[in-house]
C-alpha cells in the first residue's frame, strides 16, 4: 500500500511538471527500464533515488513523503485505565499517520484516567493512539502472534477491551488483563488482533489543527 501511493506521487509529479519520465531517469542518473520498474512498483524505491528526486526541483516531491507517506488512519475508539473500549458509531477522527501501516488498520485512543480532576487525564488529541489490523474482527478469528502481548480483544459478551492476552488454555480460556490495570480475567475470546503500533497525539505537529480530533 505504501510503495503504491510512493508510486502514484511520482507519477502524478512528473505530469504535473509537464517532464518525461525518461528525462527524469537521466537526471537522476539511472536507466529508465530501471526507473519504469520503480513507477510500476517491481523495483524498490531507495533513500538514494528519493533525495534525487527531491532535488528536482520541477518535481515538488520531498525526501521524507516519498520513503515515509503520509496515512489515513480511522480512530475507531477509545478507552481509559481498566475500562472497556467503547467504539464511536457515526463519526470517526481521522488522522495522519507519518509511518507505514496495513490496509485495514484503525486505532483506539488511550485517554488515561477517566476521572477529569486528576492529573493523569488526557485530552482526546492528547492520547495515545494504539493500532489494530480489523482482518482480525471481521472474520472473528484470533491472531497466532497475539499470545503474550498486548492485543484488542472481544470477549464472548460482546464487550471489547484492550490489555495483555495469554494462550489459550485446556477449555479454550485465556487468562487477559486489561491495560493500564491489574484487573486480571478469566475469559473465552471471539477474536484478538496483535497491537501493531502505536502513535503519541502530543508528538505530532499539526495535531491541534485537525478539528476532528477534538471530541470530549
Known amino acids: 500500500m505504501v510503495s503504491a501511493i510512493m508510486n502514484d506521487k511520482i507519477k502524478d509529479a512528473i505530469k504535473a511538471a509537464g517532464m518525461q519520465q525518461k528525462e527524469v531517469a ?100 492528547q492520547g495515545i493512539i494504539y493500532v489494530f489490523n480489523s482482518y482480525w474482527q471481521k472474520n472473528n478469528k484470533i491472531d497466532p502472534l497475539c499470545f503474550k502481548s498486548v492485543a484488542m480483544i472481544e470477549r464472548d459478551n460482546g464487550d471489547l477491551a484492550i490489555g495483555w492476552i495469554s494462550e489459550p488454555d485446556s477449555k479454550n480460556k485465556f487468562y487477559f488483563t486489561t491495560l493500564h490495570s491489574t484487573i486480571t480475567m478469566h475469559i473465552k475470546v471471539k477474536w484478538a488482533a496483535i497491537c501493531s503500533g502505536t502513535v503519541n497525539l502530543k508528538a505530532l505537529p499539526d495535531i491541534d489543527e485537525n478539528e476532528s480530533m477534538h471530541i470530549e
Open 26 to 125: 537521466k537526471r537522476i542518473g539511472i536507466n529508465e527500464i530501471h526507473f519504469s520498474k520503480v513507477l510500476n512498483k517491481r523495483v524498490s524505491l531507495t533513500p538514494q533515488m528519493a533525495e534525487k528526486l527531491s532535488n528536482i526541483k520541477e518535481l515538488q516531491l520531498e525526501k521524507k513523503e516519498l520513503l515515509f507517506p503520509s496515512l489515513d488512519l480511522e480512530i475507531a475508539g477509545q478507552f481509559w485505565s481498566g475500562t472497556k473500549v467503547e467504539m464511536f458509531k457515526f463519526d470517526r477522527p481521522i488522522l495522519k499517520i507519518p509511518s507505514a501501516i496495513a490496509p485495514g488498520s484503525y486505532g483506539i485512543n488511550f485517554r488515561a484516567n477517566k476521572d477529569v480532576d486528576t492529573n493523569y487525564s488526557l485530552n482526546f488529541n
